[in-house]
């Protein structure tokens, strides 16, 4: 029997917490809400769910530290977090993928969408915590590694911490170095082909990607008004 899934819904509006808890429950999904950010915290560690939906507008805690401090601890890093708020600002978007976040919804949404994108997350969660059959281990001069099965990128040897869109993107461009991928098809594997999503999403999480590979930021690509490939000319 398939486990039941569940999530944790950070919202201090009520009315927005029980539709958002209404559509995950039509959809099986067995549903923990709070309005407070540290309380949060405390049942992503107690129930590590398949989903968190989070405001960034908390009463305690700002869902960005929130969102931080799941990112830092190794029980609660998995988790895929999607940002559910008012702010969306393209500022407010890159802040939140920055730090961590597989997503972005704006309120006012539509629920069909933003299941769309949940279910989404939660199936990333699965695959993340599944033993891969088809894994691949990609190595680049030996001084950088993708390791698909294990989850976890190296640079010279040393883990580099990224998100799991972070990584299954960089996966998706390096498992074909010199072949250019666009927003749309980077878009399509990595989230899904019905996910509507922002191009410009996706350019943030380029550029929170290069940043991590430090030294080796130039293997990714830019191909202007189409979109990325991992360089195989990159002297690694």
Same mark, same amino acid.
């Given at each position: 029997?398939?486990?039941?899934?569940?999530?944790?819904?950070?919202?201090? $509006?009520?009315? !927005?917490?029980?539709?958002?808890?209404?559509?995950?429950?039509?959809? %099986?999904? @067995? =549903?923990?809400?709070?309005?407070?950010?540290?309380?949060? +915290?405390?049942?992503?560690?107690?129930?590590?769910?398949? +989903?968190?939906?989070?405001?960034?507008?908390?009463?305690?805690?700002? %869902?960005?530290?929130?969102?931080?401090?799941?990112? $830092?601890?190794? $029980?609660?890093?998995?988790?895929?977090? *999607?940002?559910?708020?008012?702010?969306?600002? @393209?500022?407010?978007? #890159?802040?939140? !993928? $920055?730090?961590?976040?597989?997503?972005?919804?704006?309120?006012? &949404?539509?629920?069909? *969408?933003?299941?769309?994108?949940?279910?989404?997350?939660?199936?990333?969660?699965?695959?993340?915590?599944?033993?891969?059959?088809? %894994? =691949?281990? +990609?190595?680049? /001069?030996?001084?950088?590694?993708?390791?698909?099965?294990?989850?976890?990128?190296?640079?010279?040897?040393?883990?580099?911490?990224?998100?799991?869109?972070? &990584?299954?993107?960089?996966?998706?461009?390096?498992?074909?170095?010199? &072949?250019?991928?666009?927003?749309?098809?980077?878009?399509?594997? #990595?989230? %899904?082909?019905?996910?509507?999503?922002?191009?410009?999403?996706?350019? =943030?999480? !380029?550029?929170? !990607?290069?940043?991590?590979?430090?030294? &080796?930021?130039?293997?990714?690509?830019?191909?202007?008004? #189409? /979109?990325?490939?991992?360089?195989?000319?990159?002297?690694?």
């Amino acid at each position: 029997m398939t486990a039941q899934r569940t999530a944790l819904v950070v919202e201090d $509006e009520p009315e !927005i917490a029980d539709l958002v808890k209404f559509h995950l429950q039509r959809e %099986g999904v @067995e =549903v923990t809400t709070t309005r407070s950010g540290r309380r949060a +915290l405390e049942i992503a560690r107690e129930l590590s769910p398949d +989903l968190l939906v989070l405001d960034l507008m908390l009463p305690d805690l700002d %869902g960005l530290e929130v969102c931080r401090r799941l990112k $830092e601890h190794d $029980e609660t890093r998995e988790i895929p977090v *999607v940002m559910l708020t008012a702010r969306g600002s @393209e500022a407010d978007i #890159v802040a939140g !993928i $920055e730090m961590g976040a597989d997503d972005y919804v704006t309120k006012p &949404f539509s629920p069909r *969408v933003l299941m769309a994108r949940l279910q989404n997350a939660m199936r990333k969660r699965v695959v993340s915590t599944v033993d891969h059959q088809d %894994g =691949v281990l +990609l190595r680049f /001069g030996g001084k950088l590694t993708i390791d698909k099965e294990r989850h976890v990128l190296t640079c010279n040897g040393k883990p580099v911490e990224l998100t799991i869109t972070e &990584f299954d993107m960089l996966y998706m461009l390096a498992k074909r170095p010199g &072949f250019v991928r666009t927003r749309d098809q980077i878009i399509s594997s #990595v989230h %899904g082909p019905l996910t509507v999503l922002s191009q410009r999403t996706i350019d =943030v999480h !380029i550029t929170a !990607i290069r940043r991590k590979l430090g030294e &080796f930021s130039d293997a990714i690509e830019t191909v202007r008004g #189409v /979109g990325y490939r991992f360089s195989d000319g990159q002297p690694i």
